[in-house]
């Protein structure tokens, strides 16, 4: 499976030295639809069904031909890569066909603005970034209407005006008349207001939730392994159990902030409360990837939609992984009845070959001056621009036979999944997910009677993933924050053998738990049951 060579291994060789540990350290040298190749002892091609599908990038295969085609085109052609602050038509064409999609599925006519990046989580970041820029530009606002309705009350105070009882009350400031008592008031006022506008940015999100690993975005990934170590570089989020609508109620008011107003109505001088933008963003998957493909439910999607309308909280929609149409519709959260103000579009959207993302922004809270203060010099590119059109084109042609194609295959692969898990409860414990997007949970088997059984369990799916591999061709990992949960995100293009070849390894894999075979699973000498 490997290519030997002299050379030192520089390239990150401990994770190298891992997967060799678990036979997953192969050396592909052509792909196509569904397939891997590597080359055999004798040089010959050895196929391998790709399950993982570039965790989850490829909804049309590897080198899709017609997309293969069009990029020989482009480059032929030559195509600008490089052309940096000029005029992009086909950044705006696939703008222009991204929005036609969403406002089809969220049954809206409003337009999405789009910013351009190279991954999912760039496009994450990009996403609270503008969040927060538009955050601090209504905080601005809403200081330069209190300031404005101060200078109100103070000259209407001056012009003999009374300050209501209540507004010294609601403020813990003594009651006096006249301008003297005014100013106690207003100074208390100002202390607070100051104290709440100046509060750091609240980030929501779902515990389970994966959104990238930069310094930002790691912020928002549950998993502490990924993020604790760079907890102090970056604002931390809250984090809601996914389902508890009681939790979540539970935070946002614990969270949300408010700033007094004074207001002249009648000769009287009154103090209201209002919201101030505390909240940045709420960032949420609809189907948690490398949490275990969960899929959020829609009760509880819109829950979170009602809260966050509540307190001006902004929705960023994450479907870099469930998203180009990978659960059957272009957005999974469509179908959830969820309307997001932001969406994170990357993976398949670059159809296997380009490297690149985009971040929309409902037009009703875009902020044209982020252009300004942020870009990346490889985003927006006429070649990844181009090809993301053509895998539009692919997925809405004959009116979303796509995404009939993906329904369908997901739920024969889905019947499946169930029926291991039928004849093997003792060893499944859970499938679950949508389209072609499935996760097929195994039980805890830290109490396994093999002890190199046990010894896996902590990585259990990636024991799994190996046994796969080599007994049967097949190429699966589990999910990065859920182990036990082997994902499965093959292309559209997924046939009824390669979904056979799945089920007998996964069956031979159940086995082996059910009998206790360490030997069986990581393929050495036996051990002691």
Request: with cysteine; glycine share 10%.
């Amino acid at each position: 499976m490997n290519t030997v060579s002299a050379d030192p291994q520089l390239a990150e060789p401990y994770l190298l030295g891992w997967l060799a540990s678990l036979g997953l350290d192969v050396d592909y040298v052509r792909a196509e639809g569904n397939t891997l190749y590597y080359l055999g002892e004798s040089g010959e091609e050895i196929p391998v069904v790709d399950f993982a599908g570039g965790y989850g990038s490829l909804i049309l295969g590897h080198n899709h031909p017609e997309i293969t085609k069009y990029a020989q085109q482009l480059i032929a052609s030559q195509t600008p890569v490089h052309a940096q602050f000029s005029r992009h038509p086909y950044a705006n064409d696939v703008a222009v066909a991204l929005n036609r999609i969403l406002q089809r599925e969220l049954g809206t006519d409003e337009n999405y603005s789009a910013i351009f990046a190279n991954t999912g989580a760039e496009a994450i970041e990009a996403a609270v970034k503008h969040a927060e820029f538009d955050r601090g530009l209504r905080i601005a606002e809403l200081r330069e209407r209190l300031a404005g309705n101060l200078a109100a009350a103070r000259a209407a105070v001056a012009g003999g005006a009374a300050v209501a009882a209540e507004a010294f009350r609601l403020l813990g400031v003594e009651a006096r008349d006249g301008v003297a008592g005014f100013e106690a008031l207003v100074a208390e006022i100002e202390r607070r207001n100051a104290e709440q506008t100046g509060r750091p940015p609240v980030l929501l999100t779902l515990e389970g939730g994966f959104h990238g690993k930069l310094v930002g975005s790691v912020q928002l990934t549950h998993n502490e392994g990924y993020r604790v170590p760079f907890a102090a570089l970056a604002t931390s989020a809250r984090f809601i159990p996914a389902g508890s609508a009681q939790a979540l109620k539970a935070v946002v008011e614990g969270e949300r902030a408010t700033v007094f107003d004074l207001v002249v109505e009648g000769g009287t001088v009154s103090v209201a409360e209002r919201n101030s933008p505390v909240f940045c963003a709420f960032v949420l998957e609809p189907i948690q990837g490398e949490g275990g493909i969960r899929v959020l439910t829609d009760e509880f999607a819109q829950e979170i939609q009602r809260a966050c309308a509540e307190v001006d909280c902004p929705v960023i929609v994450d479907e870099v992984q469930s998203g180009m149409g990978r659960s059957g519709d272009f957005l999974a959260s469509s179908a959830m009845g969820l309307r997001g103000d932001y969406y994170a579009l990357a993976k398949s959207l670059g159809g296997g070959i380009a490297k690149t993302s985009v971040m929309l922004t409902r037009q009703s809270r875009y902020r044209s001056e982020f252009e300004l203060v942020h870009s990346s010099t490889f985003a927006k590119d006429a070649f990844s621009c181009s090809i993301s059109r053509k895998v539009l084109e692919i997925l809405e042609a004959d009116d979303g036979a796509a995404y009939r194609t993906i329904r369908e295959r997901g739920e024969k692969l889905l019947g499946t999944l169930e029926s291991v898990r039928a004849d093997f409860p003792d060893v499944v414990k859970d499938v679950r997910g949508r389209g072609l997007m499935l996760g097929l949970e195994f039980h805890d088997q830290s109490g396994s009677g093999s002890e190199t059984i046990r010894e896996a369990a902590p990585l259990l799916g990636y024991s799994v993933a190996g046994y796969l591999m080599r007994e049967h061709r097949i190429r699966t990992f589990p999910t990065a924050s859920a182990v036990n949960t082997l994902r499965f995100e093959p292309s559209l293009y997924l046939t009824d053998a390669e979904i056979q070849q799945l089920d007998g390894g996964l069956r031979g894999a159940c086995l082996l738990f059910r009998t206790h075979d360490g030997a069986g699973l990581t393929g050495t000498a036996a051990d002691e049951v």
